[in-house]
């Protein structure tokens, strides 16, 4: 499914990594997805779930239930690891899902940009030259982590691009959003983190008892606008 063939490797006993490259790229990261959707829908014993990442997929698994399921394999990543080659061979980038577009609303006010004026200085524009370009953009979510339901989405444009904090906070509001160099994203919850933060949603990211716990998917498309 890309032109480069993908590494595979374990991380730890019970799961199976395939990168598809290291950097950011929405080819790339259509891949992740695609392997990941791939093995949601075509479950083999022993299987857990699969986590897709920027430019990489995650299986984990029940080692000792693989390798009961596949005895002909010397090892449980052995038989995962035919798996997903196996899938690599009949899949492609377009098999992702459809793809959503959702409209999340933004407060700017004081309270809620904790670093819109650094972001601001650090690029020698305005507080609403900050906001301006930030909303004219669409943001591709390329992976939830950090946090249940954090999203990590791009890409920011390069006038507003700017690097995480010198010092983190020890506490950043459930639904901040922030800016970590060419990233935006999402907090689901109240935690410590050091992202640039410049506005807030009332959106819930992450509600545990809901059918689909977290709000956003990998490989949703997000436009920010300005809450009333």
Not at 99 to 122: T, W
Not at 123 to 147: C, H, P, Q, W
Request: hydrophobic content about 40%; aromatic content about 12%; some cysteine.
């Amino acid at each position: 499914m890309a032109e480069k063939s993908p590494r595979i490797f374990p991380l730890g006993d019970s799961a199976l990594t395939v990168e598809f490259g290291n950097v950011i790229s929405e080819e790339l990261n259509k891949n992740a997805i695609a392997l990941a959707a791939h093995f949601d829908k075509n479950n083999f014993p022993g299987f857990i779930e699969s986590v897709p990442a920027y430019a990489s997929t995650t299986l984990f698994y029940d080692p000792f239930v693989v390798r009961k399921s596949f005895p002909k394999f010397f090892t449980a990543f052995d038989a995962v690891k035919h798996l997903a080659e196996a899938a690599l061979e009949n899949i492609t980038a377009d098999d992702t899902g459809t793809m959503r577009l959702v409209e999340i609303p933004i407060y700017f006010d004081s309270e809620s940009s904790l670093d819109l004026e650094f972001v601001a200085a650090s690029n020698n524009i305005s507080s609403d030259e900050v906001i301006e370009i930030f909303l004219a953009k669409t943001y591709r979510v390329y992976m939830l982590g950090f946090l249940p339901g954090f999203s990590y989405m791009g890409e920011v444009d390069e006038r507003i691009t700017t690097p995480r904090r010198d010092t983190p906070r020890t506490v950043v509001p459930k639904g901040s959003v922030g800016i970590a160099g060419s990233q935006t994203g999402i907090y689901s919850l109240e935690s410590p983190g050091g992202w640039q933060i410049i506005g807030r949603t009332d959106v819930e990211m992450f509600s545990p008892n809901a059918k689909e716990p977290c709000y956003l998917r990998p490989g949703d498309e997000v436009r920010f606008v300005t809450a009333k």
